[in-house]
């Protein structure tokens, strides 16, 4: 019984251990002109002005801030959406950079290149952290 619940403890204390340390992945809100994510969880859906997105995977920054992670892109159109309206979606590559603050209270910023599966390319895109979106809707 007391074997039992020594392990129990430490177990509990070993996940608050590693629940508290920073996230290794990016989280939060990213504004830029023409352009917004949202990470949440792991995953993040991406705002363009007439598109929108998602991506799939954790962006986690290499060492040099270098990321590329899968998605997909939709794109919009002017006006109010109708019931049953699709939009094309395709899958896509989001890749660029997140640059660490020179100053320790600084926010970090992002380039975002976009590459979508018929070979289109888009950005390159500048988002700030914390910052909200400044998309200008499709007419």
């Known amino acids: ?3 039992a619940f ?3 403890a430490v177990l509990l204390l070993t996940s608050c251990a590693t629940a508290g340390g920073p996230a290794s992945h990016v989280l939060g809100i990213w504004g830029g002109h023409h352009v917004g994510i949202e990470f949440a969880g792991g995953l993040a859906d991406v705002q363009f002005d007439c598109a929108s997105g998602t991506i799939d995977d954790p962006l986690s920054p ?7 992670v899968k998605g997909t892109y939709r794109t919009g159109a002017p006006g109010p959406i109708k019931v049953g309206q699709f939009f094309k979606s395709q899958p896509a590559v989001f890749a660029g950079t997140v640059m660490k603050p020179a100053d320790k209270g600084a926010t970090r910023v992002m380039t975002l290149n976009v590459a979508l599966e018929d070979g289109t390319a888009l950005g390159p895109f500048t988002l700030t952290e914390g910052m909200p979106p400044q998309l200008t809707r499709c007419l």
């Open 6 to 8: 020594a392990a129990c």
């Open 62 to 68: 290499g060492p040099d801030g270098s990321f590329s």
């Open 1 to 3: 019984m007391k074997a």
